[in-house]
T-cell receptor
Framework: GESVGLHLPTLSVQEGDNSIINCAYSNSASDYFIWYKQESGKGPQFIID?????DKRQGQRVTVLLNKTVKHLSLQIAATQPGDSAVYFCAENISRGSTLGRLYFGRGTQLTVWP | ETGVTQSPTHLIKTRGQQVTLRCSSQSGHNTVSWYQQALGQGPQFIFQYYREEENGRGNFPPRFSGLQFPNYSSELNVNALELDDSALYLCASRESYNTEAFFGQGTRLTVV
């Protein structure tokens, strides 16, 4: 079954505010994590990734934090824009064993940005 | 644009029929995975191919099968279609099993 879950199914923010999307995982063997953005009718779009030997990684307007102690992942979006409105998924990956390379996705969080 | 292309984009089939979905992976990517995404859910792993061999399978019955070709493009075949097979089918390609996976736009399959 799915081991990746999300704390909130929906998140509404005002344009210009920062957004934080959370994700919990249960498999301690997961060693690689990816955040995806999915707009309606499209495939998931890669946003940012992080490996288990890191606890923070920054991209353009996005930051991913990994807390392995409590098996928690978060995506922070700075200065959220209307174009950020989408469903966001975290996915975990195990780079060894019988589940090598398969991504486990949670249900997703719907982010809505209000003007 | 990811460079991963899927065809067709939409498809309607009748229960009991067979369907073939196609995926062209991004240049240089030898690993292709297929996912099923039901409405309102996250993608579920179907199987993965690496250099033309299946090297991982999710909890899907044998009527879901696949192929990967020497140019790393791939097919997903589903036999004896059921109504519950209606979903968005996604193909993802990656350089290796532990690098970022890039998804195509998906094929929306409707079984009636």
């Amino acid at each position: 079954g799915e081991s990746v879950g999300l704390h909130l199914p929906t998140l509404s923010v005002q344009e210009g505010d920062n957004s934080i999307i959370n994700c919990a995982y249960s498999n301690s063997a997961s060693d690689y994590f990816i955040w995806y953005k999915q707009e309606s009718g499209k495939g998931p779009q890669f946003i940012i990734d992080i490996r288990s030997n890191m606890d923070k990684r920054q991209g353009q307007r996005v930051t991913v934090l990994l807390n392995k102690t409590v098996k928690h992942l978060s995506l922070q979006i700075a200065a959220t824009q209307p174009g950020d409105s989408a469903v966001y998924f975290c996915a975990e990956n195990i780079s060894r064993g019988s589940t090598l390379g398969r991504l486990y996705f949670g249900r997703g969080t719907q982010l809505t940005v209000w003007p | 644009e990811t460079g991963v292309t899927q065809s067709p984009t939409h498809l309607i089939k009748t229960r009991g029929q067979q369907v073939t979905l196609r995926c062209s992976s991004q240049s240089g990517h030898n690993t292709v995975s297929w996912y099923q995404q039901a409405l309102g859910q996250g993608p579920q792993f179907i199987f993965q191919y690496y250099r033309e061999e299946e090297n991982g399978r999710g909890n899907f019955p044998p009527r879901f099968s696949g192929l990967q070709f020497p140019n790393y493009s791939s097919e997903l075949n589903v036999n004896a279609l059921e109504l519950d097979d209606s979903a968005l089918y996604l193909c993802a390609s990656r350089e290796s099993y532990n690098t970022e996976a890039f998804f195509g736009q998906g094929t929306r399959l409707t079984v009636v």
